[in-house]
């Protein structure tokens, strides 16, 4: 069956035009236009980026970081860039590049006609040859291509290349054109950008070059590994020449203007000079902390969000102190150091081949050599007499055996003896020449912390400032007596007072019918019998913990432990004395807390975040503050934030608690603070073993923590203590760090009653004065919450007994220490 379609009537005028050739002809030659632009249009138009989007374009920028005091300190970038406005740009760098790129590109409209046909010729030409054709490219071809192309080579790529130029310059000024290609070209060295570029040729600003400077920039966009200063300087030379005989053809400089710019050297700076003039001062554990934190924000790179780390161009002002982090690092490193002295050299960093390029070797070896003046060094020759030591720059020097007299570790002998040619060793300056180092093998952390907003100012995860394994945050150790603080909070919460008698005697308690019956001991062994829990606290004893934390209920202790962010623990007695897992940053923002009357405070890293045009994105302390923000005084005292922290402790309490620590840094194992003559607190810590020791505590206005022990937890030797090990090195950190705070006593909260008791008995004393010149005075100041001082007197004999010489005892440890009025660990 056929189908039978409807007739289609054409009017007769029509039918009359179309026997017409010639309208025949034109209506082929139209259909064919079009049926060619469709197809081109598919080939080459189709998925080019829109004007708007050309207008919003925005180039990949880094993230600049500040410390708290605004000073740059990091940048975190892939690409170093920093993006200019046009008319940043000097008058004559803008005629170079011109000049040495697209003299013609004021007047052309994207394109120059005769170099994209020469190009495509070019191209034909060289096609199977292996050879790559001209590019012949103007200005803002590059822009479309470097921005929104890629960098095929491909006749379609030119194309496509051609017409969104059109399109850019149909959309943005030349000036804005201009902009964008001077922010963005690659110049090498891992420079986008002329003011990059400038940094890392020239060590200078943009602003601030020569003319020769800003002609050798401009020989740079085709192909900077072809002029590098270091590799090729007759061809960088001969390339800026071209760029000034152009500049000169082209009216921008006069003929005197080149022959000088033309008999000016280079001037550049070497690679390892503009590697140190980018250093970035803080780069290490708190940086890395920082980028940890902006990433799980914002994402790394530009296709998680406008406001990546690596492309977002953020500005983050950090809660970073430079004086503080700085002497953070080298507390803990002397430290570290001081420690592993005695135990010798550990022996060789690594071994190379030193036949052929040596330095490139040494550098590949990759050794962390902690201090800024240690230097990693392979050992080129030895005689008995000296060693010859090479370092990664090319230089020699020499390696004397008394500088290198240290035993080996573990074997004995003299250190000198084990060098072998193609050691890679650790050195430092040693009077006139070097002496060999090791990097310790033990290692540790510090965290120092503004205890009333939470900001860390400074924080120091190790030895190595590149380690990936940031022991501040990540390191869970067993803090040891550190922890007791909090068992005596849970106890002053729950009715005792500094003064209450707790028993120093045996105390065993059943667990489980599997785990039976728990007997503790004291540090030291023995027994003191009654004793105030101040005495308890300074002296660290652990029987006496263990009573108050049974009177007051594990329950209570672990809860009060979980609210200050310590660590979530189960209500077994054990962990009264330390033995739950925690971090270095917990423990100071815990004592932080106590320091600041029980308010809470999160310890945060980051103050604020800015987008790329100063938008605030992110604030740590995002409480309102009405007039904070006023144009002018209006006699009024000055506005401030409302106080909006939970109260997670007495204020009574913690300060009760910072008031019995005080005791610890005055005569207790931290007593060796007292000579920095300003009131502290504190606690130290001593695990099992000992795997690690602690010391946590500050001042009023700064409060920082130390732990050290090795990575894989092993005793240390029955020497090290917190008092011996880890207060050092926070008395090290405090001069530097506290130099400039205030001396200012910690302030007690309303309804704090000071009350004078006998500091043996803890009964109320009328007829005396403490003397605050002697730590150890039988009398002094205590804090009692209302309704809660001692009622009952001590009597003179009491007093006289207490105040009677007694028999001196050689100390030698910590341990005999507990005799002499001491702490334990």
Known sequence: MKLAFPEIHVPQP???????????????????????????WILFLRGLPSTDKLLSYEPPLPTNVRALDGTPVYSFARERRVE??????PRQLV?????AEDKDFFTHHGVDPSSFLFAVFDYARKTGTGKRARGGSTITQQVAKNLLIGNEYSPTRKVKEAALAIRIENAMSKQQILELYLNQIFLGRNAYGVEAAARAYFGKDVAELSLPQMAYLATLPRAPANYDPDRHPERALDRRAYVLREMRANGYITATQEQEADAAPLGTVERSDARREAEKPFDGYYMEE???????????????????????????????????????????????????????????????????NWPAKLIA??????????????????????ATLGFEDGSKSQLFPWGAAAPKRGIGGRAFDFLKVGDVVIVAPAGSGWALRSTPEVSGAFVAENPHTGQVVAMQGGFSANHPFNRATQALRQPGSAFKPFVYSAALDSGMTPASIIVDGPFCVFQTAQLGTKCFRNFSGGYAGPQTMRWGVEQSRNLMTVRAATQAGMDKVVALAKKMGVGDYPPYIAYSLGAGETTVLRMVNAYSMLDNQGRKVSPTLIDYVQDRHGKVIYRADNRPCEGCNAKDWNGQPMPRPRQRSAQILDPLTAYQMVHIMEGVTQRGTAASLRDLGRPLFGKTGTNTGPTNVWFVGGSPDLVGGVYIG????????????????????????AQVAMKNLPIKPFRAPPGIRMVRIDRHSGKKIFDGWPNDEDPKSPI????????????RAATRQELAAAQAPKPAKAVHNDSDFLQQQGGIY
């Open 14 to 40: 029509v039918r009359n035009m179309w026997a017409k050739r010639r309208i025949r002809g034109l209506v082929y030659i139209v259909g064919l236009l079009a049926i060619a632009y469709a197809v081109f």
């Open 84 to 89: 200019l406005a046009y008319d940043e740009f």
């Open 95 to 99: 005629h170079a590049f011109i000049s």
């Open 290 to 356: 920082v980028r940890r934190e902006l990433i799980a924000k914002y994402g790394a790179d530009i296709g998680d969000s406008e406001n990546s780390v690596y492309a977002g161009g953020l500005w983050v002002r950090t809660s970073l102190d430079p004086v503080t982090q700085k002497a953070a690092e080298q507390a803990l490193r002397d430290g570290l150091v001081r420690y592993e002295a005695a135990a010798g050299w550990r022996g060789r960093s690594g071994h190379i081949d030193i036949d052929g």
């Open 365 to 386: 070896a990759k050794v962390e050599t902690g201090y800024a003046n240690w230097r990693d060094a392979v050992i080129l020759e030895k005689t008995s007499t000296s």
């Open 710 to 733: 090795y990575d894989r937890p092993r005793p240390m030797g029955g020497y090290a203590q917190g008092s011996t090990i880890a207060v050092p090195v926070f008395h090290q950190f």
């Open 780 to 791: 002094i100041w205590e804090a009692f919450k209302p309704e809660s001082e001692p009622r």
